[in-house]
């Protein structure tokens, strides 16, 4: 890990921004295998409709980039409860 206790404050605050964007980029691509390994999974294996495979899919893979977020990425930011935020 880098030290930046000696960078002036604004440097501190991009590299800031860029490591979350970082995990941001990694939580998205996760979710996009989620949704796709969903719904791989549950039309070519289970052979349930694209038409009901799909939102099913669409919807873990949310839960699963929110979670990752939450935890992660966003984790000094959010106050309050979990299900309040994810409305």
Same mark, same amino acid.
């Given at each position: 890990?880098? !030290?930046?206790?000696?960078?002036?404050?604004?440097?501190?605050r991009?590299? @800031?921004? #860029?490591?979350?964007?970082?995990? =941001?980029l990694?939580?998205?691509?996760?979710?996009?295998?989620v949704?796709?390994? !969903?719904?791989?999974?549950?039309?070519?294996?289970?052979?349930?409709?694209v @038409?009901? #495979?799909?939102?099913?899919?669409? =919807?873990?893979?949310?839960?699963v980039?929110?979670?990752l977020?939450?935890?992660?990425?966003?984790?000094?930011?959010?106050?309050?409860?979990?299900?309040?935020r994810?409305?």
């Amino acid at each position: 890990m880098i !030290s930046v206790e000696s960078w002036p404050q604004p440097a501190v605050r991009v590299w @800031v921004l #860029a490591q979350r964007f970082r995990k =941001f980029l990694i939580v998205g691509a996760l979710g996009l295998m989620v949704n796709q390994a !969903s719904l791989a999974t549950l039309h070519d294996v289970l052979h349930v409709a694209v @038409v009901m #495979a799909s939102p099913i899919a669409i =919807f873990l893979s949310m839960i699963v980039t929110f979670l990752l977020n939450e935890r992660w990425t966003w984790h000094d930011r959010g106050t309050g409860r979990l299900i309040s935020r994810a409305m």
